[in-house]
Every structure is written in structure tokens, then in C-alpha cells.
């Protein structure tokens, strides 16, 4: 075999060795979002299809497979059906420069924080030309405030990884992590990382900022015309973008694959782990978050994005870069 | 070699969105034609090694500029035909700004051949240090001075289209959120058959 064609072979097992695990978490993570639902809410959730009803979403995606797959006759067809699609490729391909452990990553990129912050800027074209294509009123009004929130958001999103990478001195995210090593970030920038997970709320459309797809006066936004699998690959790609934006919360500022402290007992447990177990915990915040607070009205969202976090996040680039400058802590 | 087809291969997607920005018969579509247009120079930056350049690109026209085109787009309600008809109003116009570019075009790839500075960057390894070192020390000016730019651009188009209506009603959040329900709300036990009685 000439060692191009086993190149390759390599990196599609590499691929499916990040996109399965990545499929099968969103499966467990819609049951422990209605589990996590239920049981902050005094239900049982999801019990009845295999042990402790773990099985559901398994049994969800087998029922909206074999729906039918409705067109609207007044739709545009080709970016109809062409929007879930974009959507879920896109909250996949991010998956590429993401490093689960200090070894494994698909592709190691100089500028691995700026892909990652370009592929998440594109995630809104899904919705909005979803919402364009349905030609209907309420997937239009989705797609437009859809639209100016995740712009709006963004921005602050951008200041926080901007102080991020005053601290490190490098895109990579390798060095990200690695520069964590004895800190977290998330303790010297405590103010950044929550800024980063109300953001991080924002930009995948969860709740308490669900505007885009606010039942109460959309019916269900951007997606309403939508049915059988091309629903689900918007629900998919939604649930995947969740995740990607944890790991990247977890890349950030709680360290990676780093133990929280260098000792014993922590420090023999495989990287992955750790990470794996930081995801976790910032996907319980977002299901908690869900569960305890009430949906923001527009004008309120897009106060708090425009007023509060862009000048805080700046003054915070400000002050940062002051400091380190200072007390010659600037890297390199 | 593969390199030159790659090349290749993405110019001509370049070159045929273009011309599809332009013949597309609905805006929307030339919008997301001009998307890809973006998307297909970010892959030729990122060919010849000025990776950051590339999604700098991406971030900022795809990212923000093209999705605030197709925002407004979006909500134009726009005759095809009537389009069409402006159109040749405007090809002399176009066809002066298309030779100004040509015109720089080819003075830069033929009378100036010199590329000192250009060179050092594209070709090192890491060109986002190469041109944060540059950005903030030799070109600071320039750089500054695009800022301001843009800021005034920005603040032109809001006092183009601000209008002020003093007698819009406005919710002030402040007052919202430093209001309790004891302001607002007063529990009254009333006696059978006296009803309430207003102090206002």
C-alpha cells in the first residue's frame, strides 16, 4: 500500500476516533439533560427504554429517521434542506483542533483558538438561512434575532479569548493548555470565565437566551418548518455545539487535561479523564442554568451584551495586559 | 504539483462564485455566493502560508460583514425585474472602478516588483508573531489610524439613521431591576360588604 493511501486511512480512523465518541455524548448528554430536568423538577424523566431509560435518545433518533421529511411548496428546497446540514458540519469540523489530551489532537494548528473562534461564527448561517428558506414568518423572525445575537455575543467572546491569549502568548491550543499547568486561568480570570460561560449560553442558543427558537412567542423559531431528520441534525448539531463550547470553556480556563492538583492520587489518572470530567461539569452548569432561570426578553439580551459584557471584557483586556506588563509577566 | 492544483482548483471556485455574485437573479443567493467567494480566498491565504491573514478573513467578512449583508438583504422586499433594469444605469460606473483596480492591479505586479517586507512574512513559520511584531511598531500609525476609520464610519451611519422620537416609550432596566413587588404591589384585607377604597 503506497503511504498516501494509508495516510489517509489513518486520518479518517483518527477522525471517527473524535466524531463517534462526540455523536454518542450528545445521545447520553439529551438523556442527562432530561434526567438532570426531571430530577430538579420532581420527575422521574426518561425511564422506560433500556436501564434507567438510558436508551431514549437512541429510540428518539430511530423515530425521527423514519418520519417523513416534509418540504414546504413555498420554501427555497435547495437551502432547505441544505441548512441542517451547514449547521452540523460545522459544529463537527471544530472538533478537528480540539485537544483531548496532551498527545491526542487530529490536526495541531498555530492558530487552533481563531479556527475554532471562525467555525463557531459560522454556525449562524445554518439558522439563518433555515430561516430565509422556510419562507414563513416565525423561522424568519427566529433567524433574524438569531442573527444580532450571536454577533452580539461574539464580540464579548472574543475580548475574553483575547485575555486568554495575553497570557499565553500563543494560538495554539496545546500551549493554552500547557500554560496552565500550575494555575487554572479560570482563577486569575475568574470574571472572564464566567463572561465566557453566559456567552458561551448565548451563542448555542440555550436557555435562559433561547430567543431563536422561544416557543412562547415563535413557535419554535428558526426550526419550525422543519421535520423527521433534518430536525434532528439541527437538534444534533445544537447538542454538538454544547459540548464543543464546554471543551473549549475546559481549554480555556479549568486546564485542560490537567489535574486540579499535581499529586498522588490525582495525577495518575489518564488526562482524558480529567477532561472528560471538566466537560461534564460545564454541561451540568448549562443544564442547571436551564432548569433555574427564566427566558431573558430581547432588549434585556442585547443590553447585556452591547452594555455590560463588551465594556467589562474590554476593560478587562485593559487591565490585564496592564498588569503583566508591569510586573514583566507578558510571555515571551 | 499539488500544491499548484490545489491553487487552481480554488481560484477557478473563486473566479465562478464572483461572476454568480454578480448574474444571480436573487440577492440572497449572491450574498452566499459572495460567502464562498470569502471562504474561497481564505483557502488561497492559507496556500500560500499566511494562515493567519486567512482567518483573520474568514472571521471578520464571513464572520461578521457577509451575515449583516444577508441580515439586511434578507428583509429587503426587492422586485427581480426592476433590479435588472437598474442594473445597466450603473455599468459605467463599475467599469471606471474596475479599471482603477486593474489598473493598480498591474502596476503592482509589473512595474513594482520589489517585495522585501511581504516576503519575510509569508514565508515564516509563524506568521502571527511576525505580524503583531510589525502591526504595533512600524506600521502603529497606519494601523491607528484605519481604526479611527472605521469608528467614524460607524458613527456616520448611526447619526445617518438615528432618529430621535422623545416620545418613544423607553423601559429604563435600572428602575426595573431596583424595583420590588412591595412598590408595586399592596395586599389589603378588606371586610365583608366595605369593599376597597382608592387613596389616590
Redesign the interface.
Known amino acids: 500500500m503506497s503511504p498516501i493511501a494509508l495516510e489517509i486511512i489513518i486520518g479518517v480512523l483518527k477522525i471517527f476516533s473524535i466524531i463517534l465518541p462526540v455523536l454518542i455524548s450528545v445521545a447520553l448528554l439529551v438523556y442527562l439533560e432530561r434526567k438532570v430536568l426531571g430530577a430538579i423538577q420532581l420527575r422521574r424523566g426518561p425511564n422506560v427504554v433500556g436501564p434507567f431509560g438510558i436508551l431514549q435518545s437512541f429510540a428518539d433518533v430511530i423515530k425521527l429517521i423514519t418520519k417523513e421529511n416534509l418540504l414546504p411548496s413555498s420554501s427555497n428546497k435547495f437551502?432547505f434542506i441544505f441548512a441542517p446540514m451547514l449547521t452540523l458540519i460545522l459544529s463537527l469540523i471544530s472538533w478537528a483542533v480540539i485537544p483531548v489530551s496532551s498527545s491526542y489532537v487530529i490536526s495541531n494548528?498555530?492558530?487552533g483558538i481563531?479556527?475554532l473562534?471562525?467555525v463557531s461564527?459560522?454556525g449562524?448561517?445554518g439558522v439563518?438561512?433555515a430561516g430565509?428558506a422556510s419562507n414563513s414568518k416565525y423561522p424568519?423572525l427566529g433567524?433574524?434575532r438569531s442573527?444580532?445575537q450571536m454577533?452580539s455575543y461574539?464580540v464579548s467572546i472574543g475580548f475574553v479569548i483575547i485575555t486568554v491569549l495575553i497570557c499565553v502568548g500563543s494560538?495554539n491550543l496545546i500551549d493554552i493548555v500547557e500554560s496552565q499547568k500550575d494555575l487554572w486561568f479560570a482563577i486569575p480570570l475568574l470574571p472572564m470565565f464566567i463572561v465566557f460561560i453566559i456567552s458561551a449560553l448565548a451563542e448555542t442558543n440555550r436557555l435562559p437566551f433561547d430567543l431563536p427558537e422561544d416557543e412562547a412567542t415563535l413557535v419554535a423559531g428558526f426550526f419550525t418548518e422543519y421535520s423527521s431528520i433534518s430536525f434532528g441534525l439541527f437538534f444534533l448539531a445544537e447538542y454538538a455545539n454544547m459540548i464543543l463550547m464546554s471543551s473549549l470553556t475546559v481549554i480555556l480556563f479549568l486546564g485542560g487535561w490537567y489535574p486540579p492538583l499535581d499529586i498522588f492520587p490525582l495525577n495518575v489518572v489518564p488526562g482524558i479523564i480529567w477532561f472528560a470530567l471538566k466537560v461534564f461539569l460545564i454541561l451540568f452548569v448549562f443544564l442547571w442554568v436551564r432548569a433555574t432561570f427564566p427566558r431573558y426578553r430581547y432588549?434585556?439580551l442585547m443590553?447585556l451584551g452591547w452594555k455590560i459584557f463588551l465594556p467589562l471584557t474590554l476593560i478587562w483586556v485593559v487591565i490585564t495586559s496592564s498588569f503583566l506588563f508591569y510586573f514583566g509577566l507578558l510571555p515571551n | 504539483m499539488f500544491l499548484l492544483g490545489t491553487f487552481y482548483l480554488f481560484a477557478s471556485f473563486l473566479v465562478m462564485t464572483c461572476i454568480s455574485v454578480i448574474f444571480s437573479k436573487n440577492p440572497v443567493n449572491s450574498v452566499l455566493f459572495l460567502v464562498l467567494a470569502f471562504l474561497n480566498s481564505t483557502f488561497l491565504f492559507i496556500l500560500i502560508g499566511a494562515e493567519f491573514v486567512g482567518i483573520i478573513l474568514a472571521i471578520v467578512y464571513i464572520g461578521a460583514v457577509a451575515i449583516l449583508f444577508l441580515f439586511v438583504v434578507m428583509m429587503l422586499d426587492i422586485q427581480i425585474t426592476s433590479l435588472m433594469v437598474n442594473m445597466k444605469r450603473y455599468v459605467p460606473l463599475a467599469l471606471l472602478f474596475a479599471g482603477v483596480i486593474l489598473a493598480e492591479i498591474i502596476y503592482l505586479t509589473v512595474f513594482k516588483t520589489t517585495k522585501s517586507n511581504i516576503d519575510v512574512i509569508v514565508r515564516s513559520e509563524n506568521n502571527t508573531e511576525q505580524i503583531g511584531n510589525v502591526l504595533y511598531t512600524d506600521y502603529f500609525i497606519d494601523f491607528q489610524l484605519s481604526g479611527i476609520v472605521l469608528l467614524l464610519a460607524m458613527i456616520g451611519a448611526i447619526v445617518l439613521t438615528h432618529v430621535y422620537r422623545p416620545t418613544i416609550k423607553r423601559q429604563n432596566i435600572d428602575k426595573q431591576n431596583t424595583t420590588f413587588s412591595k412598590d408595586r404591589v399592596k395586599l389589603i384585607n378588606t371586610k365583608a360588604g366595605e369593599g376597597i377604597q382608592s387613596h389616590d
Open positions: 437551502l494548528i498555530n492558530i481563531l479556527y473562534f471562525a461564527s459560522f449562524v448561517y439563518i438561512i430565509w424568519f433567524a433574524l442573527a444580532a454577533i461574539e494560538l432588549d434585556q443590553r
